[in-house]
C-alpha cells in the first residue's frame, strides 16, 4: 500500500498545475487527505486538506488560488493551483488516512505520506 504524489515540474509565474495523490494497494477507503509543503529549512506548511465527505480548507498562502478535490473511485486526491508564484516554489507532499483491507478480510487504518513531487515557479 503507498501514497504516490506526481504532477510537479516547471511552471512560469502565473501559470498552474493539477498535482495528484494516488493511493494504490487493497484499498478500502481514502479519508482524510492533506497537502503539505516543505523548503529545505524551514517549517512544513498546510496547502490544502479535505475529508472524506468532501469538506475542504486551505492554507492563507494558496487559499484563492487552489483546489483540492477527490475521485473516491479512482483513491485518488488532486491539489489544481492557479496563479502560480515564484515563493511557491517547494517539495509538495500528500498524507492520508488510508483505509486497507488485509488477510481474513480485516480492515486496517494507515496514516501514509507520498513521496512527495517537486514544483518550481520560475521565469
Known amino acids: 500500500v503507498q501514497l504516490q504524489a506526481s504532477g510537479g515540474g516547471l511552471v512560469h509565474p502565473g501559470g498552474f498545475l493539477k498535482l495528484s495523490c494516488a493511493a494504490s494497494g487493497s484499498i478500502v477507503r481514502v479519508g482524510f487527505t492533506g497537502w503539505y509543503r516543505q523548503v529545505p529549512g524551514k517549517q512544513r506548511e498546510l496547502v490544502a486538506t479535505?475529508?472524506?465527505?468532501?469538506?475542504?480548507d486551505y492554507g492563507d498562502s494558496v487559499k484563492g488560488r487552489s483546489t483540492i478535490s477527490r475521485d473516491n473511485a479512482k483513491n485518488t486526491v488532486y491539489l489544481q493551483m492557479n496563479s502560480l508564484k515564484p515563493e511557491d516554489t517547494s517539495v509538495y507532499y500528500c498524507?492520508?488516512?488510508?483505509?486497507?483491507?488485509?488477510?481474513?478480510?480485516?480492515?486496517?487504518?494507515?496514516?501514509?505520506w507520498g513521496q512527495g513531487t517537486l514544483v518550481t515557479v520560475s521565469s
Open positions: 479535505i475529508t472524506s465527505g468532501g469538506i475542504t
Open positions: 498524507a492520508a488516512i488510508v483505509t486497507v483491507e488485509e488477510a481474513q478480510m480485516r480492515h486496517s487504518e494507515y496514516d501514509l
